[in-house]
């Protein structure tokens, strides 16, 4: 039986939730059952989708808002939207309580760090020293930017190269890694480009967009062929319990 991915959507647009079809066929093609996951106020949410899916994706999107984690607004880049924001930490929090597998890409990587305690910078130009141009303008998203070197008895070491080439669509990056978590991966110029979990089966979180660069790059299909072999049979429904209510 294919495993359910619970694909959390990215925030709203014109009023509507969404989620890009890149993310879709990629979990399909790799056999996974793909559900967006809406963003909502109903504190039964995260156990419903707890119960519902096997695995989790976390997609690219929009800035954070800075007072999520700790800071106050320093630059004018980047759309935010509270409400969202707070909705994907909440959940993300949740869902690591079940030990479940998470895939984090791009914005879901820095919420990963965030919900862990971590901090990003609001804009890599407030990061010392210089640091690479991180927002390509390549008309393909597949086409590679820039070079990162992942780390070895990394979770990420048994899927790709010592050194390999990524696409880049970000301008923020973590700062303050988050408890627990462990770096996998860095660019050149020292930005963290892969985070993972030191003491869950399988959460980890990725700056660049492997699902624009399976079908040109072996190695980003095998990292959801892992997501996906890892989701099967990575929970038994009866151990999930209630969230409790606010009161």
């Avoid at 119960?51 to 999107?61: A, P």
């Avoid at 130009?125 to 390549?138: A, C, E």
Wanted: proline share 5%; charged share 20%.
């Amino acid at each position: 039986m294919e495993p359910v991915i619970g694909i959390v959507s990215c925030g709203y647009m014109n009023q509507r939730q969404f989620v890009p079809q890149t993310y879709l066929h990629t979990v399909e093609h790799f056999g996974g059952t793909p559900v967006i996951l809406p963003c909502t106020q109903d504190e039964e949410a995260h156990f419903c989708y707890g119960r519902q899916c096997d695995g989790f994706l976390f997609c690219g999107g929009d800035d954070v808002t800075p007072l999520l984690f700790g800071e106050e607004l320093m630059t004018e880049r980047g759309a935010t939207d509270f409400q969202t924001d707070q909705f994907h930490i909440a959940l993300m929090k949740y869902l690591l309580s079940l030990k479940l597998p998470i895939l984090a890409i791009c914005r879901g990587m820095q919420i990963l760090n965030i919900a862990l305690g971590g901090t990003i910078y609001q804009d890599i130009s407030l990061r010392w020293p210089v640091s690479l141009n991180h927002m390509q303008l390549s008309s393909d998203r597949s086409d590679p930017c820039h070079k990162i070197s992942v780390l070895k008895d990394s979770i990420l070491s048994n899927i790709f190269n010592e050194n390999e080439v990524v696409n880049s669509f970000h301008h923020q990056c973590i700062r303050i890694l988050g408890a627990e978590l462990n770096i996998a991966a860095v660019a050149s110029d020292g930005i963290i480009e892969a985070i993972e979990s030191d003491c869950l089966p399988f959460v980890v979180g990725v700056q660049w967009h492997p699902e624009c660069m399976w079908k040109t790059s072996l190695s980003m299909g095998e990292l959801f062929h892992v997501f996906i072999e890892k989701s099967k049979n990575a929970k038994n429904l009866q151990y999930i319990s209630p969230k409790p209510r606010t009161q």
